[in-house]
């Protein structure tokens, strides 16, 4: 079975653009989760999901970034304008239930802002 | 709040040397559950166990074990016999249930890296 697919796996943008990361999650699973990598913050929640709806998106940082879940078997991640303070890897994640089903992470979006 | 702690920031040994790796979580919930994961260098995170609060029993799976002690707040995760391809970024993370229930937030610890040698 496929894992959780992301694309595109690098990004390299300009300050200023817009900048758009797509998550594809294991099918079946309820739950979608936006993380974020860096080496100062380590790895933080940013939103997720239940049944395409968004629950806590308390660690989005700014109005920046949005995400959305149209359906089951989509999600993105969108910043606008990006910053340099943005370059991270953004890994998608999906659950199959609740807090007692492990995550399964796809291979992340390493994203670089000039 | 949650926290996990990883106190060892790095941990190098020599291959077939054993290794554990500390986990130290806090948190006020009495339902709850811990996880550890793997980034080798490729990046990806990889899952490798989950326990709940209700079990302590200690689990092995190959050269892996798991020693999880309620009374000192710790997961820690034991790899026997190492192997250079276990050199790689180890999390460990905990998630209670929502007061609404629902949901699954993860909080990780800073992670511990180890290197395995030739």
Known sequence: DAGVIQSPRHEV???????????KPISGHDYLFWYRQTMMRGLELLIYFNNNVPIDDSGMPEDRFSAKMPNASFSTLK???????DSAVYFCASSERGNDHE????PGTRLTVT | AQKVTQAQTEISVVEK??????????????????????????????????????DEQNEISGRYSWNFQKSTSSFNFTITASQVV?????????????????????????????????
């Not at chain 2, 993370?93 to 800073?110: D, E, M």
């Open chain 1, 103 to 106: 995550q399964y992470f796809g």
């Open chain 2, 86 to 118: 276990d050199s790689a970024v180890y999390f460990c993370a905990l998630s209670v249930p929502p007061p609404r229930g629902g949901g699954n937030k993860l909080t990780f610890g800073t992670g511990t890296q180890l290197k395995v040698e030739l």
């Open chain 1, 79 to 85: 910043i606008q304008p990006s910053e340099p303070r």
């Open chain 1, 13 to 23: 943008t300009e300050m200023g653009q817009e900048v758009t990361l797509r998550c």
């Open chain 2, 17 to 54: 040397e054993d290794v554990t790796l500390d986990c130290v979580y806090e948190t006020r919930d009495t339902t709850y559950y811990l996880f550890w994961y793997k980034q080798p260098p490729s990046g990806e995170l990889v899952f490798l166990i989950r326990r709940n609060s209700f």
